[in-house]
């Protein structure tokens, strides 16, 4: 393995460990659930996304075996169901929220 592809590694890997402690923060500091939903989605998604890509790039070059897909199973269901998982959850919260508000005479909800 060379040095460049040993700094991409590390780089991939830093910058996952960086996003993931960024959603982790914001899912423990945002005030409102909606707001505290972007953290995990977003966020750490695509920290876990670096880190898989660096653990595809470190086993591919490694003993010069061929190209690692293992972890891409991984990270293909993780982009593909954090996305839906938020806004299942992101629906349901504002269905509570909406059940919750007494209506108007109008049927409209009030503040």
């Known amino acids: ?3 460049a592809t040993e700094f991409a590694i590390s780089l991939l890997i830093i910058v996952g460990a960086l996003f993931v402690l960024l959603g982790s923060i914001g899912l423990a500091r945002l005030p409102d659930f909606l707001m505290r939903l972007h953290g995990p989605t977003k966020a750490t ?3 876990v996304g670096a880190m898989l890509l660096a653990s595809a790039a470190f086993f591919s070059t490694a003993d010069d075996s061929d190209i ?3 972890e891409l199973a991984p990270l293909f269901f993780l982009f ?3 996305p839906v998982t938020a806004h299942l959850l992101a ?3 504002m269905h509570r929220r909406s059940k ?3 209506a108007d005479s ?3 909800n009030m503040p």
Do not use: E, V
Request: aromatic share 0%; no cysteine; charged share 10%.
């Open 1 to 3: 393995m060379n040095a």
């Open 45 to 47: 998604t695509l920290g």
């Open 80 to 82: 593909i169901t954090a």
């Open 68 to 70: 690692s897909l293992h």
């Open 106 to 108: 109008q049927g409209q």
């Open 100 to 102: 919750s508000r007494p």
């Open 91 to 93: 629906k349901a919260a």
